[in-house]
Every structure is written in C-alpha cells, then in structure tokens.
C-alpha cells in the first residue's frame, strides 16, 4: 500500500505513504539499502517511479520470504487502482515474481505450492479482465515469469486447468494461449520443447482408455488447448522448428481435420507457420534446394486441394477462420465462446486415409528435402518411432492414422512387423466393426511391402492377403485390397519373379499348405482358382470397373494389362497373342482398351449396317426373333462335346433371315473404334503414378503397355455363388499343352479362335466374362464392343454359347426397346438368329458354370451391395489369414501372439471396463523433455 500511494497524485498521501514505508522498515527490520527517515513536510514529486522500483527490488532481494503476501496484496490492489497506478504497480510487482520458485523448491511443502497455484490463478484473472492493460500485464509479468524456468512447468498447469474451464475458443482459453507467447519470449527453446511434448504426452494418453473419435476422449479439451498453444507459438520459430520438427509433424498427423471448424483451421495454420518458420530461421542454414521445396510447399499448402485435405474446404481464409475470436471490439472481446470452436455435425469433414496419405507425403517430402542439408540429422527415425508406437497399439480414433504415416514415412521394414500388421488385421477382422482399421492396414501394407527383402516369403503371401480383401464385397476395402494387389504383382515382377515361371504355378504352390482354407474362400465365392486361376482372377478384377472411385477403375485396367505382360513372360511372347491362358484378361480389356481391340480382333466383320438398319423389317425382324427364341419349349440339354442341333439359315423364312458376318464390311465398325489412341492427349488420362501418392517404383519395361483408361462410376454389387471343383476335361490337350501357332501376325491373332480355345470350360468362360461385363456395363460404346465380340462368339463357339444366354436375355430386352444404336442392333440381330439356331439350355446355365467352379463369377462381378455371404466370407478370411501367419510364415526368436491387443470390444465397454481414471488437466502427466524419452511402451 505504501508503494502504491508513493505513486498518488495527492502530495500530502505521497508523504504519508512515505512515512509508512520508513514506520515498516523499522518496526520490521527490513533491509532497505540507504536511507529512509520520516518526515514532516516532505516535498516528493509525483514521477518517483524509479524511485518506487529500487525499493521493491531492495526490498524483493532481501526480504524474499515476504513474496507470497506481497503479491497477494499488490493483485488485490490492483483492480480498484486508476490506470496510472496499475502500471506503476506492474513496476514494483516485477522484481518479487522469481522468488516464487523458493516456495515450489520442496515437494513437501504443499500449502505454500497451493498458495503459488493462487497467485498464479490471480495473475492469469488479471490477464484476462484487464483488457486495456492486457498488452502491459503480458509483458511485465508473463515476460518475467518466462525468464525464470523452475516455474515454467507450474505456470503451464495453471493455464491448462483455465483453458479446459473456460472451454476451446473461450476468453480463458484464447487469453491463455496468446499469453504462452509471452511466456516463451525470453525462453523459447524451453518453453516450446515442453508444450509439444506435454501434447505428445497427452495424445499418448488416449491409448489407455480409447474411444472411437479423439474428440470423444476425455483428454479432448487438453488435446485441443494445446494445439491452440503450438498455434500462438508457431510464428516467427518460437517452437524451435528445427529441434522438435518431428514431434510436430507427428501431432499434425494425428489432429489433422479433427475438432470443429476453428481448430482444423489452426491446425493448417500450424504447418504453414512451421513451414515459414523453417524459411526464415538462421540455424541450421539450409540449402538451396530445401528453400525452393519449402517456398513451393507453402504456396501448395494454400491450394483448394490443401484446404480440403485439411478439412476446412468450405473456409475462405484459414488464418481469419483459425482467429476468428481475435476480430472483435476490445471491449466484447472476451464475452462468449466462438460458435466456430463448437463441434456440429453441419461443418465436419471426415478425414480419409488417402487424405492423409497425401498429407504425410508433403511433409515427408519437407522433412527430407530439409535434413539433406544436416549432418547426422534423426528427424525420420524419431517421426517413423512415434508413427510406430501408434500402428501396433489398439486405439480405434489414432491407430488407423498411425498406420498410414508409418506406411509413408517408415524406409525399412522387417518381417517380423509384417506378420504383427497380419496379426492385428486378422484382430480387426473377427468383429469387422472398424473398418476404417482394416482398411489401414491394407493401405499399410500396401506401402510396406517394397521394403521387404527380396526373398522373403510374405511377398508371395499377401497376393492371397489381397485377394482375399477383395472377396469382402467391401467398396473401401476392395479399392485398398486392389492397391495391395497391384503393388504385390509389381514388387515380384521387379524381383524377376516371372521370367521363368508362370503367375498361376507361383501362386497356387504357395496356397497349398492352406489349400483346405483357400478352397472355402473359392466355394464361398464361386469363383475356383484350382480349376482356372486365370479366369477365377479375373472374376475378382472386373468387379473393379463397377467401382464409384475412377481411381479404382483406372487401377483395375492397369493391373490387367499388367497381367497381360506378367502371363507372357516365361513364354518370351508378344503379351497380345491370344492364349487359353491370357485369353481371360484380354477378354476383360477389350472394352476399355483400344490397343487390345487392335491386336485381337473379331474374324467375322459386320457388313452394310446402315442399309439394314435403314430397313423396316429390322426392328420386327429382331423383336420376332427374340420372341421366338423365348417362346422355344422342350426340355434344355446340357452343353455336350457332340455336334448341337443346329437350324439352316436358309430354313429360315425369308423376312426373317439376316445376312451373315462374314459379308458384312467395316463401315460401321470403323465408327465404333474412332477412340483415341493410347498416348494421345485426353485418351483418360496418364497411368503414371503420382510420386508422392504412391511409393510404388517406376513400372519395369515389360508392363510399358499403355492402356486407355475407362471412366465408368457405377456403385453397387452382387455375389458368389457355390462352385463345386471343375469336372474332367472334355478334350485332353495333345500332348498335355494347347499347340502353339509357329508365328502370329496381328491378322490372324483373333481373340475368340476356336483353334486356340478349344476347351469348352475356357469358350464358356471367355463368354461369361463377355455377358458378364455387358450386363453390368452402362457405357455405350463398351456395350457396341462387347456385342460385336458377342456377336462372334455366337458364331464360332455355336456348342457353348447357349450357357449364357440367361445372362444376356434381359439386357437384350432392353436394347430392343430402348437403343437406337445401330452397330448395336445389328450385333443383337446377329446373336438372337444364332441363339435361335441352337438348342435352348439357359435352365443348365448355372448348373454348368457351377460344375466349372465358376457359379459365382457373373454375380460376384456385379455392382457393390451388401450380402449375405459377407459375413460368411469375413469368418473364412480370418481363419485362412490366422493359418497363413502361424504355420506358413517363419518363425523368428522376437515372434509371439498379440496377447496384449484387446478383443474388438465396443468402445463404451472398453472404458466402462478400464480401472484406469484420467484426469482432465495435465497436472497429473509426468513431464520430461523429449531428448529424455525412454522407449515407447508397446504392448507388442
């Protein structure tokens, strides 16, 4: 009171105060250097400031046992002082802030570290009710109390437990983050390693009693607080950027697009402060090259693309949205709490993985682009540690995300967490709840499986992995367990896997082992890989083109082109010449690729479409035909190897007949093919894989075929069926192989030559594959294709072709009543004249295409839709997968079962269950720097 009033514009109370100061110094023996009297009459002048200042340090330095009731006194003056006195008071408060580390020196004296809490409580209500002193409370005390360090950790606790009271965009929790700033300003390094690693920590925290979301745990508010904290001190590298680079991207990985609107926001702002701060800091230098890719990445990161990755896609300036709260009068500054910090379902966006695929690629690419520059520079290992503590722990809101960024960023691998990736996927499987966790693992693996060495026996393994997440009829998981497929194929092929042994003999000598297991899975499906590999691969490929993401479509027709190269290998042939053993998936591309249609074309040509399209008996003529193939009765027979009953042309009457294929010439046909060539701008766009998108190398010569790609969006699907193993073979291959043509000629290299495909069982399954894709397809110009080869196959193959005509039936309803293609039609006629022709046994379809092992192919290739067999299919997976991990992968010395990973219980049952209690502040966490940090615990 006496050093407030020395400050009083009253002369008479500036003497009487002192008075009072000299009355103190004696009766209590402080030692004040110089000297005081008291005096009568006393002319002080009112700017004594310094005057008041050297006292209160003489006094701060001598008497310090006097801090914790002279702050005391000091706040509770402060409020009822004019603005002149506050900051007169400011002055002498000062010098006394140190001394309160004498109080939190010994653990036991609690009641003076409550009393510290206190006072710091006070200072932090100052801070937030001053609003027009704010600017000179941040500098005076929190600037002070910064310096001192001993007090660093106490003064964060306090700030935590106001801003988790006040809640996330509240007075308290805004005033305590920008205040952290002041706080770091005399200590940066300090102040920053203990805020992000307390935000590591905390993070960590949530493995303990996991939720589905983070922002459902009770460590939330603790989470989001001090992501706000790395926000305010992100600017101008007062995180230290260099030092903790790894640590933060760790935490943006993990917070990217969570919480409300304001906080995804910020934490946008973070990676572009981070970025900023990496351009503009004088340690370490870096090189050229590293500022260019930091220049290009903050200009990246401020793209619409960014923007939505980040999950503020709807934001028009993330910066004015990440401080919002921050735009308001200084007088309501501080009233209510920011509507965009609270968390409503209108503006969330959920996170994809491939989101954060692409988001951990930018960053990596940062990290490395950087650390080139630095001798013996660790970031990546302590990134891919932190990534990995996260992959193999259960915690159903931050494993999935562990997962991608230790698929990203991790540049070794060994088998051992290739078999515990298995392990926990065949966890998540048992109760196929989260599928966002198996879908990750995938993803996952997906990246991983380039770094395996070569001989490792996993590599053969995950083709079956792969195929199997197909057979879930899952969207999500189809497309990863595609991307899975595609990486594995490419992974062998570029180990040479392929030169001198073929797909099929590779794959099935691996399954063996598990061929009880493996057989279910085919059964449940109804697609046999023991009884046609190649056609029982294909089957679970072109449900691919009825994929929603192009994307996956585009994949789809890259892998089969990929197989075209990989079948053709061993046998040093042109990948194009049509064999019972490619002949699958050439029939799968013909409709999307033009190379394909060029190099294996119909013998038979289409003659002058127009002039019998132009007459009026076509369209009767087809509608009568189809009715009377309809209207044909008698018992069906099942296809036999014997000639069929087949009518004479000429017994037809003469309005019905058509004229036959092989007079008809190309003018038609050559409309169909005006596509654009493969390699032309615009011909769908470049197969080449994003760099960053995919970390799959650059495609070995032998797959340089480039195939147009097909952008069909279609959505849902069927499936399988049983599929009984395949009965014997009706014609024995002379001498145990098809003869092979002396040489070929892209004349007489005819996609459906019955020469080359002279088993009926590969003829009927070429033709399903062809009815299958025209059932399902809505693309017209992949319906003229597929009709004109359909129209063939009804030629050359007239003993098979009646086992699909249940499969074509409706669709040719259809285009007689609703297409006014001619080409089309003309196909159509060609096909119903050819169906009338023979004998009707579409009642034998399915029982023949089950006796093939093939029963499911036509409703497995269907559109995505829920199934019954689903769950079915799920339970064989993971009986398959378990086997496959336990008895035919090696077993190594660190190699023990996930005991510790809990069952998929629901998330309410794991925390109703957990004996574990969280508080909700931070106070509880033990702290260490993050050079401190022992060895992850892992339950694994």
């Not at 460590?219 to 950027?241: G, H, K, T």
């Not at 259809?814 to 023979?838: F, G, P, R, W, Y």
């Not at 029963?855 to 064989?876: H, P």
Request: with cysteine; proline share 5%.
């Amino acid at each position: 009171m006496a050093l407030l009033n020395l400050g009083s514009s009253d002369p008479n109370l500036r003497t009487a105060a002192y008075n009072l100061l000299c009355a103190l110094t004696s009766t209590f023996d402080l030692k004040i250097e110089g000297h005081l009297l008291e005096t009568n009459g006393l002319c002080i002048p009112s700017n004594n400031t310094i005057f008041i200042k050297s006292v209160s340090e003489t006094l701060a330095r001598n008497e310090p046992h006097l801090t914790l009731e002279f702050l005391e006194e000091c706040i509770q003056g402060f409020s009822a002082s004019s603005i002149e006195l506050k900051h007169l008071c400011l002055e002498y408060m000062t010098p006394w802030l140190p001394n309160l580390t004498r109080f939190c020196k010994h653990p036991a004296d609690d009641a003076k570290r409550q009393k510290v809490a206190h006072i710091l409580d006070k200072l932090i209500t100052l801070s937030i009710e001053e609003v027009e002193m704010y600017p000179s409370i941040q500098a005076k005390i929190w600037g002070n109390i910064g310096q001192v360090s001993e007090l660093i950790d106490m003064v964060l606790d306090s700030f935590i437990k106001r801003s988790v009271t006040g809640g996330l965009g509240s007075a308290q929790a805004e005033v305590m983050a920008e205040t952290s700033v002041s706080l770091s300003a005399a200590n940066v390094q300090l102040v920053a390693r203990k805020v992000i690693w307390r935000l590591c920590r905390v993070i960590d925290k949530t493995c303990i009693s996991p939720t589905s979301q983070l922002e459902q745990h009770i460590m939330w508010d603790d989470i989001a607080n001090l992501a706000r904290y790395l926000l305010m001190l992100s600017f101008n590298n007062s995180l230290d950027v260099a030092r903790h680079l790894p640590y933060l991207f760790h935490i943006v990985t993990f917070l990217v697009c969570t919480g409300p609107v304001s906080m995804r926001a910020s934490t946008h702002g973070l990676v572009i402060n981070i970025i900023h701060s990496l351009c503009t800091c004088t340690k370490p230098v870096f090189s050229e090259e590293a500022l260019r890719v930091l220049r290009l990445s903050l200009d990246e990161f401020s793209l619409p693309k960014f923007y939505q990755l980040f999950g503020i896609s709807k934001v028009h300036s993330a910066a004015t949205t990440a401080f919002r709260s921050a735009y308001r009068a200084a007088g309501e500054r501080w009233i209510a709490v920011d509507r965009s910090f609270s968390l409503s379902n209108n503006d969330k966006e959920r996170l994809t993985l491939t989101s954060l695929e692409a988001i951990t690629d930018a960053l990596l690419e940062i990290m490395e682009a950087c650390s080139a520059s630095l001798a013996d520079c660790n970031w990546l290992q302590t990134w891919t540690a932190l990534a990995k503590s996260f992959a193999f722990r259960y915690n159903p809101a931050l494993q999935p995300r562990g997962l991608i960024v230790f698929g990203c960023i991790a540049k070794s691998i060994i088998d051992h967490d290739i078999k515990q990736l298995l392990r926990i996927l065949v966890k998540a499987l048992e109760s196929f709840t989260d599928i966002t966790l198996i879908d990750a693992i995938v993803m996952c693996l997906t990246r991983l499986q380039p770094l395996l060495r070569p001989e490792s026996p996993i590599h053969k393994a995950l083709f079956w992995v792969a195929v199997s997440i197909l057979q879930l009829d899952e969207i999500s998981l189809y497309a990863s367990g595609l991307a899975l497929l595609e990486q594995n194929l490419h992974t062998l092929d570029c180990q040479n896997t392929f030169e001198t042994q073929s797909l099929d003999s590779i794959m099935l000598s691996t399954r063996d082992p598990l061929e009880w297991h493996f057989k279910q899975l085919d059964h449940s499906v109804g697609l046999s890989f023991r009884a046609n590999f190649h056609f029982a691969l294909v089957g679970h490929l072109i449900k691919g083109y009825r994929h929603p993401s192009p994307a996956t479509v585009t994949r789809t027709t890259r892998i089969l082109s990929m197989l075209l190269s990989i079948i053709a290998k061993p046998h040093r042939r042109d990948k194009f010449e049509v064999t019972p053993n490619n002949v699958a998936y050439l029939a799968a591309l013909v409709s999307v690729s033009e190379e394909v249609r060029l190099r294996c074309h119909v013998k038979h040509q289409f003659g002058d479409i127009n002039s019998a399209a132009d007459s009026p008996l076509v369209d009767n003529f087809a509608v009568d035909n189809h009715l009377r193939m309809l209207s044909i009765s008698g018992a069906s027979s099942p296809v036999q190897p014997g000639p069929p009953s087949v009518k004479d042309l000429r017994d037809l009457p003469v309005n019905q007949r058509q004229k036959s294929l092989e007079v008809m010439d190309q003018s038609a046909m050559t409309a169909a093919r005006m596509v654009r060539s493969p390699g032309t701008p615009g011909s769908g766009g470049s197969l080449r894989l994003k760099e960053r998108s995919m970390s799959m190398p650059t495609r070995p010569a032998s797959q340089a075929g480039s195939v147009p790609i097909r952008t069909d969006t279609e959505t849902d699907s069927a499936y399988g069926s049983e599929s009984p193993r395949l009965e014997p073979h009706p014609h024995p291959r002379v001498g145990g192989s098809v003869q092979e043509r002396g040489s070929v000629s892209n004349d007489n290299n005819i996609l459906l030559d019955p020469d080359i495909l002279t088993d009926h069982v590969t003829q009927v399954l070429v033709l399903t594959v062809l009815a299958t894709l025209v059932k399902y397809t809505t693309d017209e110009n992949e319906v003229r294709i597929l009709y004109e080869y359909l129209a063939e196959a009804s030629v050359v193959f007239p003993k098979v072709f009646p086992v699909i005509h249940s499969l074509l039936d409706a669709k040719i309803t259809n285009v007689l009543s609703l297409c006014h293609d001619k080409t089309i039609l003309a196909a159509v006629q060609s096909i119903i004249e050819n169906m009338i022709s023979c004998e009707d046994t579409s009642q034998q379809q399915l029982h023949f295409l089950q006796s093939c092992g093939f029963g499911g192919l036509w409703r497995f290739a269907g559109f995505f839709t829920k199934s019954n067999c689903n769950a079915e299919n799920v339970e064989l997976f993971v009986n398959c997968l378990e086997a496959l991990v336990e008895t035919c992968l090696p077993l190594d010395e660190t190699d023990h079962e996930l005991s510790q990973y809990p069952s998929m219980l629901s998330v309410s049952s794991i925390a109703v269950s957990s004996n574990i209690k969280l508080s909700s502040s931070l106070t509880s966490i033990s702290l260490s720097s993050p050079t401190e940090k022992g060895p992850a615990n892992t339950p694994f």
